[in-house]
C-alpha cells in the first residue's frame, strides 16, 4: 500500500442512502487532506461517478458553509455496473487518469461491500466512514446520521401522541430500519410507547394484543406502537393494523409511515462533530498506511475495523435498552 509519502491526492465520495451528516464528513475529509498537504478530489454520485468520471477538484473553500446542510453536496446513487468487474476496472482506469492515491468512500455496507471488491482487484488504498441512518455496522457505536434520523422520528411521534391523545386512537408509527431496529428501539423508549416491533426480537399479533389489552385496563387515553420497517415479520402492517381494529374498535388503529423525513434536515450537533471526528480520522488511516478498513468510534476512542468484519458480523442491539422498555412500556 502507499506510504504517507506516496500518496499525493485523496479522493472522498459519498454512496447508498443519504444521511445527515455526510456534508460534515466531506468537510472533514477535504479539509483534513489539506492540513496535511494532499491535494483532494471530489467524486460525484458515488460509484457511478467513478466509472463516468464525474471528477472535480476541490479546495478548503468548496466545503463552506456546508456543515448544517443535510444531504450530501457529493450527490449519491446506486450502481449495477460497478457490481462487475468490467465496471470496476473503468472506476479503476478514472482514478488513475485523475491521479487519486487512495480514496475516502462515506456510506454502508453497500459502499464497503463495493469497496473491498475493488480492493481486492486493484492496488489504489481505500478507507470507509459509516453513513447510514439505520446503525448497522459492526465496529462503530455510532453511524454517521442515526441520531438526527432518531431525533426526527421523536419529533414526529410526539406529534402524533397529541392527536394520538385527543381521539382516544391507538397509532403504528412505521420508522426507518429495514434490517436493523436501532431506530425503533430508542424512538419508542424516548417517545413512551407501549411497544415495539423490530427485527432483531419480532412479537405475533397475540402478544400485541396482550400488550394492548393490559394499556386499556390501566385506562390509558391512547397508544403508540412503534414498528421497524423490517419489524413485522414478513407480514403486511397494513393487515396487521386491520387486525387490531377488529379486536379494539373503540382505539380505531391508524398508521403513520414516517419514511424519507427521517434521512433529510439538519444534523444534530452530535453528528456533525461525529462525522467530523471520523472525517479526520479516514484522512490520517490513510496517511499511517491503513486500508481495507471502517474508521469508527467506540467508547470515545477512534477505531478502525476491516471491511469484511464490518460488513458481515452483525452488531447486535443494546439488550439493556430492550429491558428498559419493557418496564416503562405500562
Not at 446506486?78 to 475516502?104: H, M, P, Q, S, W
Not at 462503530?140 to 422520528?153: C, E, H, L, S, V
Not at 484522512?283 to 469484511?308: C, H, Q, R, Y
Amino acid at each position: 500500500m502507499k506510504t504517507k509519502n506516496e500518496i499525493k491526492r485523496i479522493a472522498v465520495f459519498t454512496s447508498g442512502g443519504d444521511a445527515p451528516g455526510m456534508n460534515a464528513c466531506i468537510r472533514a475529509v477535504v479539509r483534513a487532506s489539506i492540513y496535511y498537504e494532499k491535494k483532494v478530489t471530489g467524486i460525484y454520485r458515488g460509484y457511478q461517478g467513478m466509472i463516468e468520471g464525474d471528477f472535480e477538484k476541490m479546495n478548503s473553500r468548496s466545503v463552506s458553509n456546508i456543515l448544517q446542510r443535510g444531504g450530501t453536496i457529493l450527490k449519491t446513487a446506486r450502481c449495477e455496473d460497478f457490481k462487475t468487474k468490467e465496471g470496476r476496472a473503468k472506476a479503476y482506469e478514472n482514478l488513475v487518469k485523475n491521479e487519486i492515491d487512495a480514496v475516502v468512500a462515506i456510506g454502508g455496507d453497500g459502499t464497503f461491500t463495493g469497496a473491498w471488491e475493488f480492493m481486492n482487484e486493484h492496488d489504489i488504498p481505500f478507507v470507509g466512514v459509516p453513513g447510514t441512518i439505520d446503525n448497522d455496522l459492526f465496529g462503530t457505536d455510532y453511524t454517521i446520521g442515526f441520531d438526527t434520523a432518531t431525533n426526527t422520528a421523536i419529533e414526529a411521534i410526539d406529534k402524533i401522541r397529541d392527536t394520538a391523545s385527543s381521539h382516544n386512537r391507538l397509532f403504528f408509527i412505521e420508522v426507518m430500519g429495514r434490517n436493523s431496529g436501532a431506530i425503533a428501539i430508542r424512538a419508542a423508549i424516548a417517545a413512551g410507547a407501549e411497544a415495539m416491533m423490530i427485527p432483531e426480537k419480532p412479537i405475533s399479533v397475540e402478544e400485541l394484543i396482550t400488550i394492548i389489552e393490559k394499556g386499556e385496563k390501566s385506562q390509558k387515553s391512547s397508544s403508540m406502537i412503534v414498528v421497524a420497517e423490517g419489524g413485522t415479520s414478513g407480514k403486511n402492517l397494513y393487515e396487521i393494523v386491520e387486525e387490531i381494529k377488529k379486536k379494539f374498535p373503540l382505539y380505531d388503529p391508524k398508521m403513520a409511515i414516517l419514511g424519507h423525513t427521517q434521512r433529510g434536515g439538519s444534523p444534530s450537533c452530535y453528528d456533525r462533530l461525529l462525522a467530523s471526528r471520523m472525517g479526520v480520522g479516514a484522512v490520517e488511516a490513510l496517511m499511517d498506511g491503513k486500508s481495507g478498513v471502517m474508521v469508527g468510534i467506540v467508547n470515545e476512542k477512534i477505531m478502525f475495523t476491516p471491511f469484511d468484519k464490518a460488513i458481515h458480523v452483525e452488531p447486535g442491539i443494546d439488550e439493556e435498552i430492550v429491558r428498559i422498555s419493557k418496564i416503562l412500556a405500562m
